[in-house]
């Protein structure tokens, strides 16, 4: 299934990019990296990513996640990952990832945090 992603700016300085497919290596994810990624130029501080469409990540995947997770970080905005499904909780984990991102069961309870 091919990479789609929805962007939702709930206010100002919170967007929800809800993502579906396979995060993998090519032009798609490159595409949707810099479409977030103008988003958090033009004033997000809040990035709420919804993984819970997400059927495979691989470590290009994963390096956009980091990427994302870089530019908030730079801007002191955060960054929250949404119901990532067993599959990239598995990458997550393997790769220590989920030390460092901040993952929350529902997209109400990170736009509450």
Do not use: C
Request: aromatic content about 4%; hydrophobic content about 45%.
């Amino acid at each position: 299934m091919i990479l789609e992603a929805k962007l939702e700016r709930v206010s100002p300085t919170t967007a929800v990019a809800h993502l579906s497919g396979r995060m993998t290596l090519g032009m798609r994810l490159r595409e949707i990296e810099t479409t977030i990624s103008d988003a958090i130029g033009d004033g997000v501080q809040k990035l709420i990513l919804d993984l819970s469409g997400i059927e495979y990540l691989d470590s290009a995947g994963l390096g956009v996640i980091m990427i994302l997770y870089g530019n908030m970080q730079e801007r002191s905005g955060k960054l929250r990952v949404v119901a990532p499904g067993p599959k990239v909780l598995e990458v997550f984990k393997l790769t220590h990832t989920d030390w460092i991102l901040t993952i929350d069961s529902s997209i109400e309870a990170a736009l509450v945090s």
